[in-house]
């Protein structure tokens, strides 16, 4: 009997250390929501230009090199060299009377003539290789006449064609009364070419002033024509 009340009693005290791990083992039901744990900061890679795509239309980007009508660009050039006179047609012959020695070639254009602009960078070329012995010449026909916007309104416009084109010789914008001076020079329209010799004298004046003809260009008419004058002297 003893053995048997032994026995059972171990049963019991075995039995309710197995309930105590077992209750250790399970998390109390406190009725609260576990805390949950805040993340830090992600750890990116540093975003690099190549990520960036071109920005939206309508916002800014970088502005792209200066080139003049042929296409070649002027970005570093003698363009910050670029100077611009305000001078009567008479003046200006004056100023061409200062450069006997050297072959002339006066260019008369504006910045709304279409086929002035596409030939400009030939004056331009023309000068780069043959400034020693050939004074390249622009005259603006920008001024319109009126009295409300004088010469000096149209500086900055055409200024800033002849430093996109990289002009660094004698630039003159003119200060006459257009009509009248196309009516003294004889002339209906621009663009028009005036080639000096080496005295001042005027040996020929390059126009389109002949409907039957086709437009003269420096490179079919001009430029021939200088480097055969060229080769006289």
């Known amino acids: ?54 920005p939206p239309p309508g916002q800014t980007e970088p502005p792209l090199p200066e080139a003049n009508e042929t296409g070649q660009s002027i970005e570093g050039s003698e363009a910050s060299e670029v100077a611009l006179s305000i001078m009567s047609w008479e003046e200006a012959q004056e100023q061409l009377a200062s450069k006997k020695g050297r072959l002339i070639v006066l260019d008369l254009w504006s910045t709304s003539c279409v086929p002035c602009r596409r030939e400009f960078p030939h004056l331009v070329q023309l000068h780069r290789d ?66 000096y010799d080496r ?16 437009e003269f260009t420096y490179e079919q008419d001009i430029l021939p024509f200088v480097k055969e004058l060229l080769t006289r002297n």
Request: with cysteine; glycine share 8%.
């Open 1 to 54: 009997m003893m053995k048997s009340n032994r026995a059972f009693f171990g049963f019991v005290c075995l039995m309710m250390v197995a309930c105590g791990c077992q209750q250790e083992m399970s998390a109390p039901d406190t009725g609260e929501s576990a805390e949950v744990p805040v993340p830090g900061p992600a750890v990116t890679e540093p975003e690099t230009h190549s990520d960036i795509g071109p």
């Open 130 to 195: 043959h400034g020693d012995e050939v004074a390249c010449v622009s005259f603006s026909m920008d001024y319109a006449g009126r009295a409300s916007k004088p010469p000096e309104t149209y500086r900055d416009k055409v200024t800033e064609f002849l430093q996109n084109q990289g002009a660094t010789f004698d630039n003159i914008l003119g200060s006459d009364d257009p009509d009248a001076l196309y009516e003294k020079l004889e002339l209906a329209a621009i663009p028009a070419v005036y080639v």
């Open 199 to 214: 005295e001042g004298n005027l040996l020929k004046r390059f126009d389109n002033e002949d409907p039957e003809a086709e």
